[in-house]
């Protein structure tokens, strides 16, 4: 008698059970029941790299991604598709002076602040943002200036956001979760300065400003950059008349003009240079 023929695995091998879990996307990204697990692998991903950099703490620059850098303004000026689009543009231009001082202000914190010569491995007051454009780009851009390390914490949106082109490659990142993102940013941060911006500013602004009031982490120094637009959209002394803050709570941040008053007053409020500290220490 014959022996029947071998029946062939093929169907089992390219099975979706059979793929390994580690390389199965769809079973990683797909099923609701591992969101905890992604949560995590977003955590250790960035936390591990940082760790390997030896990026021990950062200034933290938020501001809206609109602002553009002031030679970028023409040439979007002239792709723009309408007059609607052009005035945008130009709205947004206005802003541009405020490009410039977060781009001073990265290189003023990378040269002085303990990134650019790190101490037995580690590195202090690294300049991280959002990782896209406008007042992000122009704070990665002035660390980069510097020679200096930056990082930039990307986040996934509708509309696809790219990484600017001046945080550091290794040190350029992107999360799915803002839960995650907003945790890398706030865990590391010796400081926070914050620009103009929209939504997404107010919203990290204010994440920072709660986590000091209710003590969920130390007391951080903050500024922000651009009196006249603060004053304009900050109307924080109503919370204090109708009871709903304290008055002690308008003392967590200064208002100042410029990256180099922002960068003084952060050392006024008790930021280090901790490589400039430390070697003082041991001389």
Known sequence: MTSPAKPSNKQQKEAPSYVLPVEDVDFLVNRDELRGLR????????????RDWGVRSTVIVFGSARIPAPEQVEAKLQ?????????????AARWGRYYEEARAFGRLVSEEGGALKPVEGQRDNVIATGGGPG?????????????????????????????????????????????????????RAA?????PGGFGTMDELFEILTLQQTQKVTATPV????????????????????????????????????GVEAWAALQARGLKPVSRKRRHAGS
């Open 39 to 50: 949560f995590a692998v977003e955590y250790y991903k960035a936390e591990l790299i940082l």
């Open 79 to 91: 792709a723009a598709s309408n007059g609607e689009a052009r005035e945008k543009i130009e709205r």
């Open 135 to 187: 007042i992000m780009e122009a704070a990665n851009r002035g660390a980069h200036e510097a020679g200096a390390p930056s990082i930039g914490f990307n986040i996934t949106l509708p509309g696809e956001q790219e990484p600017n082109a001046y945080s550091t490659p290794d040190l350029t990142f992107q999360f799915h979760y803002f839960a995650m993102r907003k945790m890398h940013l706030a865990m």
């Open 191 to 195: 400081a926070l300065a914050v620009f």
């Open 223 to 258: 500024v922000l950059v651009g009196r006249d637009y603060w004053n304009r959209i900050l109307n924080l002394e109503a919370l204090t008349e109708s009871g709903l803050i304290d008055p002690a709570d308008l003392g967590i941040f200064d208002i100042v003009d410029s």
